[in-house]
C-alpha cells in the first residue's frame, strides 16, 4: 500500500532563539513525506519551481519517496515560507509568504496516486483538498490538515472538506477558532456533530496531542525536550507517523489502539522534528530511535492500579 | 497514619460563566482534606473566625477531618476571597482578599499533628509554612505549594522553604516564573539544582498534570470534561488526593508507580472538584465514583505497542 501527501514543498528562511536558516528545505509535505517514510511507501503530490535542485530532490530520494506526482514550472519560483519563533516556540510569526507556483497549482494525481489507501490532504487551500478528495476514490482513510487562515478567509469550503474525510488533524487553536468553544471537550463534540469524521486529532504543542473517536478519547503528552530548536514542521511530522503507520498494517483500519499507536508514533516523529531546524533531523533519524521514542513514551505514561483503588470499590 | 494540612480555610465569593456564589466554604486546606480524607485520616492546621459556624464545621465532620488544630478566635472574620473567571476558566481574577484572621496566625501544632507522616503546607506566607515545616521533624514525606504572590515578593524565604520539603506542587505559570525560563522541562531541572526536590510536580490546568523525579518523568492528561463550573480548589484537590493516597500505604515511600498513581488519584479529584462549584462536588462525592475514574483515567492513557515497533529495532 501508499501514502498519498498533497501539500507544499517549500523552502523556509526561519529564525528561533536557538538561530536561523535563510534558505532550507520546507513545506507541509516535506515534513510529512519525511516522516511517513519510515513506515510505508510514500507519494508527494505538489509543485515546484525552476529553483528546487537536484539537492532537494535528493532528500526525498534518499528516503525512497515518489515524486512523480510533484510537477516542476519551469521558469518559476517555489512556494516560500519566512517565519520567526520568539521565546515562547509555540507562536510562529510569519514575516513573508510567497505563493509563487503555488498560486497556480492545479493538482491532478497520476494513476498510483489515485489509488493510494491513505490520503493525506496537508494545509492548502480547501478547494484544492476537494479536488484531490475527489480524484482518490478508493482511498480506505483520508486525512486533512488546516490552519486559520483557511478557518476565516474559506471557512464554507473548509466545512465541504472536512465532510470528505474520516481524520481531521488540527491544533488546538484552530478547533476553538472553528466552533467559537473555548472547552476542548465540548468543541471536538461540535466539530464531530458539525461534519462527522470518525476521528479527530488535537495538536498541542508542548502539551502534546488528543484524539477523539466515536467510542474513546486518548490523550498523549508530548515528550519532555529541554531544548527545542525548531517546532517547524511538528504538526506534518506527526500527521506523517501517524498515517505511515496506519498505512504499514495489512488494511488500514478505526481499531483504537491502532489508532493509539499511530497517535504516539505521530509524537514520536514530532519530537525527533523539534529536535533541529526544519527537516534536518528527520533527514538523519534512525529506525532504531523512532522505536527508543516510542518506548520511552510508554514510560512517560504507564501506571499499575494499586490496591487501594479496587478497595474503594467496595 | 495521617496527614496533616497547614493552609486557608475560608469563605469564597465566586464568579464562573456558569453561575455564582456569595459565600461559599473555601480555602486551600479544606479542598486538600476533603480530597485526602477519601484515602486516609487528615488533620488541619489553620484558624477562623467567629463566623465560621457548626455548619462549615460539620462539612469537616461529616468526612471525619479532625479539625483540633484549627484555631477559632472570637470576634474577627475568617480569611475571604473573591475571585471571577472569565470565559476562559484557566485565570482567576481576583476581585478581593480579606486576611482577616490570617494576618496574625502563628501556627502552633498539637502532638498529633507533629508526628504526621505526610505534611502538606498549602499556599500560605513562606515563613509560616517554615514555622510548620519546622514543628513536624518526624514527618517521611513534606509537599509544599505557593502562588505568584510570594514567588514575587517573597522569593528568598520561599526558596528557603522549598529547601526544606521533598515534593514541590506548582503550576506551570509559577514554574515559569520562578524560573524565567519557558521551556517546562528545563525550568523543572533549574528548580530540582535550585532547591533539590525529590518530587516535582506540575499542575497545567486543562492539559493536565506532569511530575519529574530523580529517574522519571510522568503525564497524566486532564479529564476532558465538556462543562467546568469552577476551577477553584482544583490544585488543592489534586494534592490532596496524591498525599492521601501516599498516606494509606503501608509506608509513604517514593516508589516511582506510587508516585503515579498519587498523581493519577490527585487528577481525579481535581477533575470531579470543578464539576461544582467550591468544594461542593467533593463534599458529596462517593468512593466508588473515584474508583471510576481512575479506570478512565487509565483507559485515556493506554495503548499496547504494535509489532512494527519491534520490527524497527532491527
Redesign the interface.
Given at each position: 500500500m501508499a501514502v498519498t501527501v498533497v501539500g507544499s514543498v517549500a523552502f523556509d528562511a526561519l529564525e528561533t532563539p536557538f538561530g536561523k536558516r535563510d534558505r532550507i528545505l520546507g513545506g507541509a509535505a516535506t515534513h510529512f513525506s519525511l516522516a511517513a517514510s519510515?513506515?510505508s511507501d510514500v507519494r508527494v503530490v505538489g509543485v515546484v519551481g525552476e529553483d528546487f535542485g537536484s539537492e532537494e530532490f535528493e532528500v526525498f530520494a534518499a528516503r525512497g519517496i515518489n515524486m512523480d506526482d510533484v510537477e516542476q514550472v519551469p521558469g518559476a519560483r517555489s512556494f516560500f515560507w519566512s517565519g520567526l519563533y520568539e521565546?515562547?516556540?509555540a507562536v510562529a510569526h510569519t514575516l513573508d509568504t510567497q505563493l509563487n507556483v503555488f498560486a497556480e497549482f492545479d493538482p491532478k494525481l497520476s494513476q498510483h496516486a489515485r489509488e493510494s489507501a491513505i490520503l493525506f490532504l496537508a494545509n492548502i487551500q480547501p478547494d484544492l483538498q476537494r479536488q484531490v478528495r475527489e480524484q482518490c476514490n478508493g482511498a480506505a482513510l483520508v486525512g486533512l490538515d488546516s490552519m486559520n487562515y483557511w478557518i476565516e478567509s474559506a471557512r464554507s469550503s473548509l466545512l465541504e472538506t472536512m465532510r470528505c474525510v474520516d481524520t481531521i488533524v488540527f491544533n488546538d487553536a484552530e478547533v476553538r477558532m472553528l466552533t467559537g468553544e473555548?472547552?476542548?471537550?465540548?468543541a471536538?463534540?461540535e466539530i464531530r456533530e458539525l461534519v462527522g469524521p470518525r476521528v479527530l486529532l488535537v495538536k498541542?504543542g508542548?502539551?502534546?496531542a488528543?484524539m477523539f473517536t466515536e467510542t474513546?478519547?486518548?490523550?498523549?503528552?508530548a515528550y519532555?525536550?529541554?531544548?527545542?530548536i525548531d517546532p517547524t514542521g511538528a504538526g506534518d511530522a506527526f500527521a506523517g507517523g501517524f498515517f505511515g503507520?496506519l498505512d504499514?498494517l495489512d488494511e488500514p483500519d478505526f481499531d483504537d489502539?491502532?489508532l493509539?499507536?499511530a497517535a504516539?508514533?505521530g509524537s514520536v516523529m514530532a519530537s525527533y522534528c523539534v529536535e533541529d531546524f526544519g527537516s534536518e533531523r528527520l533527514q538523519r533519524l534512525t529506525?532504531?530511535e523512532?522505536?527508543e521514542r516510542?518506548?520511552e513514551f510508554?514510560?512517560?505514561?504507564?501506571?499499575?492500579?494499586?490496591p487501594?483503588?479496587?478497595q474503594?470499590?467496595?
Open positions: 519510515f513506515f521565546d515562547d516556540m473555548p472547552n476542548l471537550a465540548r471536538a463534540r498541542q508542548a502539551y502534546g488528543c474513546s478519547f486518548f490523550s498523549i503528552p519532555p525536550l529541554e531544548t527545542v503507520f504499514s489502539n491502532h493509539r499507536c504516539v508514533l529506525r532504531r523512532i522505536a516510542f518506548e510508554k514510560h512517560m505514561t504507564a501506571f499499575e492500579s494499586p487501594v483503588v479496587a474503594l470499590r467496595r
